[in-house]
């Protein structure tokens, strides 16, 4: 059975780091191209980033381009998102999908909530 | 940068059809991926590749696409459809996905 978890989340301050882990169950991540996505509270779903099976190519939205980086642990078989000056506008569930290139299977989420 | 536009809710009738639409420009050259979402849930893969539809989604749920709109058609519609409902691609130019801005359906 495929299953994504998340985990990470927690409460951080304007300016602060923060590290999301999403480990893979079922599959291979190295196989896959992967996701992560993220949801404000109450609004909908926003891309954030991807990167390709062999972790040559990384893409992000323009929002956290410079400030997040997305990489991967094979050997682990888990994804991460490095989560750097984040902004209260990055207050959300971040949620890690498999590329298919639709999105099949999604983690269940993992609150960053940046505040002072 | 690409944008998707979905009509902010939609709301149905238990038994009737719910048309839930996705403009883009051109959408119709792209491929369309439609996701449903429950509160406190993650979301969840419904139809791929503008119509096709994952095992285990039930044979109501289809999609077509078109022009400058993609459609996701719910048919026989159940009050367990309630639910938000995302349309999302991939924009070839700057190699960005993109979601649509979300449809809320209401089963009456």
């Known amino acids: 059975e495929v299953q994504l978890v998340e985990s990470g989340g927690g409460l951080v301050q304007p300016g602060g780091s923060l590290r999301l882990s999403c480990v893979a169950s079922?599959?291979?991540?190295?196989?896959?191209?992967m996701h992560w996505v993220r949801q404000a509270p109450g609004k909908g779903l926003v891309w954030v980033s991807r990167i390709k099976s062999d972790g040559s190519s990384t893409t992000y939205a323009d929002s956290v381009k410079g400030r997040f980086t997305i990489s991967r642990d094979n050997a682990k078989n888990t994804l991460y998102l490095q989560m750097n000056s984040l902004r209260a506008e990055d207050t959300a569930v971040y949620y890690c999908?498999?590329?298919?290139?639709?999105?099949?299977?999604w983690g269940q989420g993992a609150l960053v909530t940046v505040s002072s | 940068s690409y944008v998707l536009t979905q009509p902010p809710s939609v709301s149905v009738a238990p038994g009737k059809t719910a048309r839930i639409t996705c403009g883009g420009n051109n959408i119709g050259r792209k491929s369309v991926h439609w996701y449903q979402q429950k509160p406190g849930q993650a979301p969840v893969l419904v139809v791929y590749?503008?119509?096709d539809r994952p095992s285990g989604i039930p044979e109501r749920f289809s999609g077509s696409n078109s022009g400058n709109t993609a459609t996701l058609t719910i048919s026989r519609v159940e009050a367990g459809d309630e639910a938000d409902y995302y349309c999302q691609v991939w924009d070839s130019n700057n190699d960005h996905y993109v979601f649509g801005t979300g449809t809320k359906v209401t089963v009456l």
């Open positions: 079922g599959f291979s991540v190295s196989s896959y191209w």
């Open positions: 590749d503008d119509s």
């Open positions: 999908a498999r590329h298919r290139p639709y999105l099949d299977y």
